[in-house]
């Protein structure tokens, strides 16, 4: 079998692999109240490396996603009080908001998408720093616990913020599968030319997918600040390179066109079994992000279409 | 008929004129801002993102880009830190070996960068982000966050020694920008930069080794992160892995700011000192009139996409991504 064929099925095969290995080093990994502690831990991570698909599946990348966190974490604090619930749509409208920014930089003023993200990202900064007075906040606690309490409650053994992951994974694989939406952000990860030379207005497509991309990433961001019962301008620092780690070892190349976000699931979960391994192996707090950071290089590599890249810059 | 004011020569000067009027305004508002003392303090705070910047300006003459800044920054400072202590801990014993020892590191690290974007064909903006995510975990490693301190006064003096109002490393650096403008300008290494990014195919084409010109480009920037790691090792005496921290958007804006397109082929390094003066002018400036510096990130961010914009040629591009 060659290496094509079995290319799309590896993130699966790694991560029963890594299981296998975590699994067989220490019998306590395995059992389900462990297993189901390690993916509610991981949830705002994955909600971020799901809208991240979205800007990675065009071909493009997003690296204001921490940034954006950051600046919810901060207004899900402020505005809680005043707005209650409500401040959950604030949030998403402000990540949303921003998100359409950076895409409409992207395609209407033709900027690339790694310095639009990164100029959204410094303006998310400013931003954060502004609202928070440059000081970590704390939440009501009461507050949180009547109005967020739920997200960060358990039934039985299964913590809440799994089934806001499962929601809104399922909702993204629903706009990815069975809308227009996804058909042509698939076509324009497939080939841009081609799909604006068939009629599609590209760049609207393009804003769209940033939007979403920015949108998770604020319920992202909220989640975390529920979770921590506060927020701060660089509380979500140290997001954004697991996240991309998390897309690519799914399986959706920079290059775009192919994976999705159930890969994103997959390579959040590879992510959290390569950190619990980490704890169990011994190895210290501090090396993580040279591995993540090993471990992206390797996932690009193997990954990338380079049939699409005429010459690499 | 010929115009006096093209668009080009607009764009080519605009970033020198904006750096003017920045300080005309600030001087405006506040007297203050124009004193040997104030502009004493911009060069200090100019020196060390001047190094990356110029580093960074070869890449992107190439049409490439490097993210890697802050890893190498933070991996240089902290092995200069413990080999300087090791080597003696101070300039007049045999630690000053540490010193072409982290530049020789600099351009490993940029070696290894270069060799993960060319041999394994990922694009330079992935291959150099993860690297610098690898630098960067690789300092917190060593340091496990604890701050090695340089005191020796003699390589202090960098920064506490002044003529004419200027610390010694404002010299080095201007130093430094010399060399960096003498390999663009009159070494085949410098043209060859920018063949690769006025059009690659036809700098392969007509027999130019990209692959080799692209990795000796990083390589070079590399040498340059290290010097920036000297310097800001020398600015505060403390050599910690977060040294690196904030340089990665600070420099790409200065560069892009200072008329250096993204798409390669033009500019160079002395459109980068404009534009890093521009950025830390603006920096002082604001607080010079009261503004809170938070206000920084959203300014530049504004700036870097209004440079590239201004230095886009749209008729040239298809496809953005």
Known sequence: MDFQRLKPHLPWITLLILVAIVGTADDTFLKPANLLNLMGDIVPLFIMALGLTFAIYIGGIDLSAQSMANLITVVATIYLGSLGGWVALLCVAVG?????????????????????????????????????????????????????GWMIAKTGPVPHELFIAAVLLAIALFVERRTTLGRVLKAVGAGEPAARASGIDVAR???????????????????FSVKLSGGAPAIANGFLLPAIVAVLVGGTPLTGGVGGVLNTAIGTMIVAVIRTSMLYFDIEATAQQMVFGLVLIVAIAVTIDRAKLRTVK | MTRLITRQKLIQWAPFLVLVVLMLVFTAINPAFFSLRNFGRIAISSTPALMVAIGVTFIIIMGSIDLSMEGTISVCAVVFGYLFLQWGGTLFSSAWIAIPVTLLLGAFLGLLNGAVHVLLRIPSFMASLAMGFVGTGLAVMMTSGEKIFVKDDAFRSLVTLRYFGFPVMVYLALLALLIAWLIQSYTTLGRNFYAVGGGEELAHASGLNVKRVRITGFVLAGVFYALAALFAVGK????????????????ITSVVVGGVALWGGTGGV??????????????????????PDYVQDGILGVLVVTAVVLSTDRRMISVVK
């Open chain 1, 205 to 223: 497509y393009k804003i769209l997918a940033f939007a979403i991309s920015g949108g998770l990433a604020a319920i992202a961001g909220l989640i």
């Open chain 2, 236 to 251: 505060i005496g403390i050599a910690e892995s977060i040294t690196g921290a904030n340089f990665m958007f600070i420099s």
């Open chain 2, 270 to 291: 002395l459109n980068s000192l404009v534009g890093v003066l521009i950025v830390n002018v603006i920096d002082n400036g604001m607080v010079v009139i009261g503004l």
């Open chain 1, 96 to 148: 949303a908001g921003l998100g359409t920014l950076s895409g409409y930089i992207t395609t209407k003023l033709m900027v690339p998408s790694f310095i639009s993200t990164l100029a959204t990202g410094g303006i998310a900064i400013s931003l954060s720093q502004y609202l928070s007075g440059q000081r970590a906040l704390n939440m009501d606690a009461a507050q949180r616990d009547a109005v967020f």
